[in-house]
């Protein structure tokens, strides 16, 4: 322990590890930018040998810098990615096309997909047997239009 307190950069040095490797033990990446401040902290006082008071205030600067970095480049990498649709599967059936098994009613009916049913509706009641096609999703109900057998 002496050791560590005689060498600063390996204080910081083991303290940057530590964090990191509580990071990995599954901190949700809250440790992350203190342990890479810590490492940096390190560095830097194995290079310009600084007082205990000024390597305290440099690991607070650089985890505050590393933790706004981070936010700033996660925000502006969410805008470039298009919606998911994972776990969504009603976002994913959109633009299916189906055949209804059953005559809606008021517009309104169910429709297998799979091996699963969904509730349908439509603006007009639509025979059995008619080829339709998934517009929208509403809760747990699919949106469907009468679709041309031409078209496909």
């Known amino acids: 322990?002496?050791?560590?307190?005689?060498?600063?950069?390996?204080?910081?040095?083991?303290?940057?590890?530590?964090?990191?490797?509580?990071?990995?033990?599954?901190?949700?990446?809250?440790?992350?930018?203190?342990?890479?401040?810590?490492?940096?902290?390190?560095?830097?006082?194995?290079?310009?040998?600084?007082?205990?008071?000024?390597?305290?205030?440099?690991?607070?600067?650089?985890?505050?810098?590393?933790?706004?970095?981070?936010?700033?480049?996660?925000r502006g990498r969410d805008r470039k990615q298009p919606p998911s649709a994972l776990n969504q599967r009603g976002s994913q059936l959109i633009g299916a096309s189906l055949q209804l098994e059953e005559t809606l009613r008021d517009g309104i009916g169910h429709i297998r997909v799979g091996d699963s049913s969904w509730r349908v509706q439509a603006t007009e009641n639509l025979p059995a047997g008619t080829p339709v096609t998934v517009v929208a999703v509403e809760g747990i109900t699919l949106r469907i239009v009468r679709r041309d057998v031409d078209k496909k």
Do not use: R
Request: aromatic letters at 18%.
């Open 1 to 74: 322990m002496a050791d560590l307190l005689a060498n600063p950069a390996w204080l910081w040095l083991s303290l940057g590890g530590i964090l990191l490797a509580a990071e990995m033990l599954g901190a949700s990446g809250y440790l992350l930018w203190s342990g890479v401040a810590a490492v940096l902290v390190s560095l830097l006082v194995w290079l310009v040998p600084i007082p205990w008071e000024w390597q305290g205030l440099c690991f607070a600067a650089l985890t505050i810098l590393a933790a706004l970095w981070w936010y700033y480049w996660l």
